[in-house]
């Protein structure tokens, strides 16, 4: 399983773009990356998944440079609401089950 | 849209005793994961099942056993429980193994 790293914490205001990177040098051919936030007492909930180049939904973009080997979520024009931790998670999802490793997340704090 | 349900929502037990927690994933998901959040911490995966069978085990104690069964809900069972069993357990499902994980609302034990 890939190794991920990530920002401790980071703060921003709210309107901003809030770009959060996630490190995983040893990714795998087959991994995938997930973005999962969780807010207090609540489970993790899905914000995003890629596996190569750009990759956007309708709450946020990620963007994969052609190594790999880190991923970054963006965040457009965050709100209070947006405060919660991020995961990035890198995981094979075909061979055996899906090991699911969450890491230490980045905690996002949105003030006013 | 349906949920991940999960039963009971709060549990209190003393040491030794034992408890079960209960699944039941979103219908047609055949994947079932459960995770342990302690206070402050990262959840930690502890097992997963693919098909009603074993899939991936994570850090999961002995003392804890787990299956899913045919109709697809699955269940926790934890015995001996230690004070430091206290934590939020989150059960997940998923489509298939890799697919973006549906977490349910979380059992609260308090181990006293």
């Known amino acids: 399983l890939a190794k991920t790293t990530q920002p401790i914490s980071m703060d921003s205001y709210e309107g901003q773009e809030v770009n959060i990177t996630c490190s995983h040098n040893?990714?795998?051919?087959?991994?995938?990356i997930t973005w999962y936030q969780q807010f207090p007492s609540q489970g993790p909930r899905f914000i995003i998944q890629g596996y190569k180049t750009k990759v956007t939904n309708e709450v946020a973009s990620l963007f994969i440079p052609a190594d790999r080997k880190s991923s970054t979520l963006s965040l457009p024009r965050v709100s209070l609401s947006d405060t919660a931790v991020y995961y990035c998670?890198?995981?094979?999802?075909?061979?055996?089950?899906?090991?699911?490793?969450f890491g230490a997340g980045t905690r996002l704090f949105v003030k006013a | 849209a349906a949920g991940v349900i999960q039963s009971p929502r709060h549990l209190i037990k003393e040491k030794r005793e034992t408890a079960t927690l209960k699944c039941y994933p979103i219908p047609r998901h055949d994947t079932v994961y459960w995770y342990q959040q302690g206070p402050g911490q990262d959840p930690q995966f502890l097992i997963s099942f693919y098909e009603k069978m074993q899939s991936d085990k994570g850090s999961i104690p002995d003392r804890f056993s787990a299956q899913q069964f045919s109709d697809y809900h699955s269940e926790l069972n934890m015995s001996s429980l230690e004070l430091g069993d206290s934590a939020l357990y989150f059960c997940?499902?998923?489509?298939?193994?890799?697919?973006?994980?549906?977490f349910g609302p979380g059992t609260r034990l308090t181990v006293t």
């Open positions: 040893n990714i795998a051919t087959n991994d995938y």
């Open positions: 998670l890198v995981g094979d999802m075909y061979t055996g089950g899906f090991k699911t490793i």
């Open positions: 997940a499902s998923s489509a298939d193994r890799g697919h973006e994980q549906y």
